[in-house]
């Protein structure tokens, strides 16, 4: 036996011996129960209330998706001039009024004069509630309208902005004022966001992983050192892939439940890929199809 392989096979068997060790002492901590997330069957939300139907994070989007029995919706949430919450996706308010400028230049008022329907365009190529008087909606308005509905709030605002900075404290007064604390979900794409927003919450509130999270969770998975894993979030709202790495296999979905994670699946738009993640142990999704959703769950249930 030569020298490199001695040494190969003594690093190879230091580190099966400090995996073994690590098995031993490491004790990964499942995430506690949250009310949010306690449902038996496969959870539907309507992104921004189902965005074919009518325009979204509109009373008319939500209307029509609460009309087919979805359990909630998805919105995105950003903060105005006068610091309100208001459902918007981009910062850009022209992206779907017929205001120009970001949404933080305009106070709640302001943005209330808008046509909400303004860049919405049906299958057909028709514009059906411009100039409807469609207008933006408030948290607080969504919250006091659907008492008994799931939803889950993203926050769009960067950690690194004004917004970004004040949002999880405003967010979670509101939350306070409104009850809503049992029956909402926090996530976004910034770790950072709903860490500031737990400082606040202290756990009492569900919460998603972000871009960093979802990271680390499928390296320590793929990495056959998962037990070394410890999460900080409740809810896995993910892609199929993440880049080339598949997020939608089975094992993957198993890892994260035995550590007490929902994993919820956004983007689907194929009845096949909605069954297969369902076969595969998905517990929710967040989709612009919730009636395909709804019917191929039913079917399947």
């Known amino acids: 036996m030569g020298r490199k392989t001695k040494v190969a096979l003594t690093v190879g068997a230091a580190s099966v011996a400090a995996w ?46 609460a009309e087919l029995g979805v359990h909630g919706f998805a919105v995105d949430i950003r903060l105005t001039k006068d610091e309100e919450i208001i459902l918007f996706h981009d910062d850009i308010a022209d992206r779907t009024t017929d205001f120009s400028g970001k949404i933080s230049d305009y106070t ?62 405003k ?11 049992e029956r909402v979900i926090v996530m976004s794409a910034f770790d950072e966001q709903t860490d500031r927003f737990n400082l606040y919450a202290q756990n009492k509130v569900a919460t998603g992983a972000g871009n960093d999270e979802v990271k680390k969770a499928y390296a320590s998975f793929s990495s056959k050192f998962g037990h070394l894993y410890n999460p900080r979030a409740d809810l896995f709202c993910i892609a199929e892939k993440l880049g080339p790495f598949p997020l939608n296999t089975e094992s993957f ?37 919730p009636e395909m959703a709804m019917e191929v769950i039913q079917e399947n249930s």
């Open 108 to 169: 709640i008022d302001e943005l209330k004069k808008a046509d909400a329907g303004y860049m919405f365009q049906d299958e057909e190529g028709n514009f059906p509630f411009r100039d409807k008087g469609e207008k933006i909606v408030s948290l607080r308005e969504l919250l006091t309208a659907y008492p008994h509905m799931l939803i889950a709030i993203n926050l769009k605002d960067s950690p690194d902005t004004y917004e970004g900075s004040l949002m999880p404290s």
């Open 20 to 65: 073994a060790a690590s098995k031993v002492v490491a004790k990964p901590q499942p995430r506690p129960q949250k009310e949010a997330l306690e449902f038996k069957d496969p959870v539907v939300l309507s992104l921004r209330g189902g965005m074919k139907y009518a325009p979204e994070h509109t009373m008319a989007a939500f209307s029509k998706s």
């Open 171 to 181: 967010l979670w007064r509101l939350l306070e004022e409104t009850g809503a604390e």
């Open 253 to 289: 979905i198993s890892f994260l439940s035995n550590l007490n994670i929902s994993v919820y699946y956004n983007h689907v738009t194929d009845r096949d890929a909605f069954v297969k993640l369902l076969n595969a142990g998905a517990s929710g999704f967040v989709t612009d199809e």
